[in-house]
């Protein structure tokens, strides 16, 4: 059985109830970990899942609170004595400046080494980024500040996917990725330069015709009743604000 679970919750400005967004997804054979602000090692094992649960890493876009956390991450999971590769899917400028801080904490000198390897992913609309005996991935370009992505997951086992959305103001490549799905998970950080209201997500789940809407990158001071009030107005289907930690059904 699939799982899905909510790491982090929060935007950029995080507590320490809520930390950055990102989610990982556990399968009966893979893991997947979709950002990373934040090392989540520790959280990851208070869950019960262990060092060898992640085999792919998708980074969104290259801001402190999507991939801050990754250097640690590798390192930790290095001390740790993990020997199997993880592979890290960003796009080509991600990668470079990952390899960059990789190399910058000296990486290498670290007594025990396992592969990464890097798959630059190309910002095209509906990109195949990953496809295993479980899961298939697509990528699409969204509207951020910088290059960012969006990432739809599809199981093969039950047919059910989910999209998240990444850091994005309402883009119709959104809503071409997440067209039937049965979750989307899209940042409500505010409406301005790219970023959404939790109204422009709702709209989005409306013309992307989801099954459920979970808001997401939310500011952790923001009025929880007022974000589901807006989505709510423009949305049908259900709707709900993510919290860390939390498993998502849907």
Request: proline share 5%.
């Amino acid at each position: 059985m699939v799982k899905l679970l909510v790491l982090g919750s929060s935007c950029l400005v995080s507590t320490e109830k809520n930390r950055p967004t990102h989610l990982v997804c556990i399968g009966r054979r893979h893991g997947l970990l979709i950002d990373c602000g934040v090392s989540p090692r520790g959280r990851l094992e208070d869950l019960g899942i262990g060092r060898d649960a992640i085999d792919d890493i998708f980074i969104t876009h290259f801001h402190p609170d999507h991939v801050a956390g990754l250097p640690l991450f590798l390192m930790e999971l290095c001390m740790r004595k993990r020997s199997k590769p993880v592979r890290i899917h960003a796009g080509k400028s991600v990668i470079s400046r990952i390899r960059r801080m990789m190399e910058m904490y000296r990486w290498r000198k670290l007594p025990a080494q396992f592969p990464i390897v890097y798959r630059p992913v190309e910002y095209r609309r509906r990109t195949r980024v990953l496809s295993n005996d479980e899961f298939r991935v697509h990528s699409s370009p969204v509207r951020h500040v910088v290059p960012a992505m969006g990432v739809r997951v599809d199981f093969l086992e039950d047919g059910r996917s989910f999209v998240y959305s990444a850091d994005t103001e309402p883009s119709a490549n959104l809503v071409e990725l997440a067209g039937s799905a049965g979750l989307l998970i899209h940042e409500a950080t505010g409406k301005g330069a790219g970023h959404s209201s939790a109204g422009q997500a709702a709209s989005i789940a409306r013309d992307a015709k989801v099954g459920k809407l979970l808001l997401i990158h939310t500011d952790p001071y923001a009025d929880r009743k007022a974000l589901l009030k807006q989505a709510r107005a423009v949305f049908s289907g259900e709707v709900e604000i993510a919290v860390d930690r939390m498993e998502i059904e849907w």
